[in-house]
């Protein structure tokens, strides 16, 4: 585990850590304190099952984690995620 320190927009530090997703070649910058994602995003993201062209959308994301994973299990998909809290996806 990686750690850093950043700021963020309004100009506040955050520390923050990578987690290293190595089977999907993903590095995920997470805060230390409040949301993180946790193994059972992973495991949805695991069971989805997409089709070619197949159009997704990710209401309420977080991090993004399930939307990238999935970009990478299915390459062909177009995948939007969307997030309206700021903190979550800086």
Same mark, same amino acid.
């Given at each position: *585990?990686? %750690?850093? $320190? $950043?700021?963020?927009?309004?100009? !506040?530090?955050?520390? &923050? &850590?990578?987690?290293?997703?190595?089977?999907?070649? %993903?590095?995920?910058? !997470?805060? /230390? +304190?409040?949301?993180? #994602?946790?193994?059972?995003? =992973? =495991? %949805?993201?695991? #069971?989805?099952?997409?089709?070619?062209?197949?159009?997704? @959308?990710? /209401?309420?994301?977080?991090?993004?984690? @399930?939307? *990238?994973? /999935?970009?990478?299990? #299915?390459?062909?998909?177009? @995948? *939007?995620?969307? +997030? @309206? !809290? $700021? +903190? /979550? #996806? !800086?």
């Amino acid at each position: *585990m990686h %750690l850093s $320190e $950043e700021k963020t927009p309004k100009g !506040q530090t955050r520390k &923050s &850590s990578a987690t290293s997703l190595k089977k999907y070649n %993903l590095d995920i910058l !997470q805060p /230390l +304190e409040g949301y993180r #994602f946790s193994v059972d995003a =992973l =495991l %949805l993201a695991e #069971f989805a099952r997409v089709k070619k062209r197949e159009r997704l @959308i990710e /209401l309420g994301a977080g991090c993004g984690v @399930i939307s *990238m994973v /999935l970009a990478r299990r #299915f390459p062909e998909a177009s @995948i *939007m995620a969307v +997030e @309206i !809290q $700021e +903190e /979550l #996806f !800086q």
